[in-house]
């Protein structure tokens, strides 16, 4: 009988806690829904533009590669540069953009279709079929990476800007809702301090051991794990500092809505899981239009972009302020919010 009472009891309260269910029958259901869209369509074929004005790409060719026709190697060379190709041919000369090992193979046999066809088109079936059994993959130059990259590599920034995003949020989110705990942030705001010069001491607090951690973080990812960080070390971690901020700023304002540690691990699935997903760790290439405008909304986004561009094609600051001024942005959106939320707390 006492087993019952005290499952009746922990039933309702659960039941009373609206957060707990949506957390536990909504976010899966949105989590599973997300997954579906992002990896239901993974990419089969590679986008090849070929500098020529009258190549016609057979079917075989067109099984395996996205074929562009280009007028000249510098517009092949922007729309690489765009992301609108995984690699072009001129003439003899076969270019990968080289940052995504997956992306190179499947650019490497459209070369190789494109060789074949070009070197055995007059030769007789028989012998040509003989002939491109022998045949060796052209040589390929690297427009970005090397041959060396493998698929950590490429994955790398990514997750290197998500650990650092999530580790963040949590010590922020922790730290803060303990201060509200203890009592600690009540007995403040009974003093004349305003609300953003408090916002603002918190910031810089946690924002000493959050550029602690992320320094720690990323020196462990290059020197101990050797993962490719590109030369631009302090562009790096800069960019990194940034992700740390925006995180700060997002975990001090969801630990405002939460009242202990349970409600704020809560937060992970609506918050957490969908900037890992968007975040370049899946490819949304092939994805939906509707899923990559999504991916806009998240600040994670940005911030991965901006490490893969340093780290895998070399990009400088110019390159990448965009993505910067864009977190930076987001930072003082939360940071805002944060501001406004204390209003439950004091009215000034």
């Known amino acids: 009988m006492k087993i019952f009472v005290i499952a009746g009891r922990l039933i309702r309260q659960i039941a009373g806690d609206k957060r707990t269910l949506v957390v536990m029958l909504i976010a899966p259901m949105l989590i599973m829904s997300l997954l579906y869209f992002l990896l239901g369509n993974g990419v089969s074929i590679a986008k090849i533009d070929i500098v020529s004005d009258d190549y016609v790409a057979s079917d075989a060719m067109l099984d395996i590669a996205d074929v562009t026709l280009v007028s000249t190697e510098q517009e092949a060379i922007d729309r690489l540069n765009d992301g609108m190709s995984d690699g072009y041919i001129f003439d003899d000369q076969f270019v990968v953009e080289g940052s995504d090992p997956s992306l190179t193979a499947l650019s490497k046999r459209a070369f190789m279709q494109y060789a074949q066809e070009k070197n055995f088109a007059n030769m007789p079936p028989q012998f040509a079929a003989q002939s491109k059994d022998m045949m060796q993959m052209p040589d390929v ?128 699935p609506i918050v957490i899981i969908p900037q890992m997903m968007f975040c370049g760790l899946i490819s949304l290439r092939e994805t939906p239009q509707w899923v990559q405008y999504l991916s806009k909304i998240f600040p994670l986004t940005y911030g991965a972009d901006a490490l893969r561009n340093v780290m895998l094609r070399g990009a400088g600051f110019g390159d990448v302020l965009s993505d910067l001024l864009i977190m930076l942005g987001f930072t003082v959106l939360f940071f805002t919010l944060n501001i406004q939320v204390l209003k439950k707390y004091r009215s000034l």
Not at 173 to 186: C, K, M, V, W
């Open 141 to 268: 130059v690297y427009y970005h990476g090397s041959a060396d990259f493998d698929q950590f590599d490429f994955l790398a920034a990514s997750m290197m800007g998500f650990i650092i995003f999530f580790l963040v949020f949590l010590l922020a989110g922790i730290a803060f809702l303990r201060e509200r705990i203890s009592g600690t942030l009540d007995r403040i705001l009974v003093s004349s301090l305003r609300r953003s010069h408090l916002v603002a001491g918190y910031f810089l607090g946690f924002g000493v051991f959050a550029a602690l951690q992320t320094v720690v973080i990323q020196m462990f990812l290059t020197y101990v794990l050797k993962i490719h960080t590109g030369t631009n070390v302090p562009l790096v971690m800069l960019i990194n500092l940034t992700i740390a901020g925006t995180s700060l700023a997002m975990g001090t304002l969801f630990s405002a809505f939460a009242r202990n540690e349970f409600q704020l691990f809560q937060f992970i």
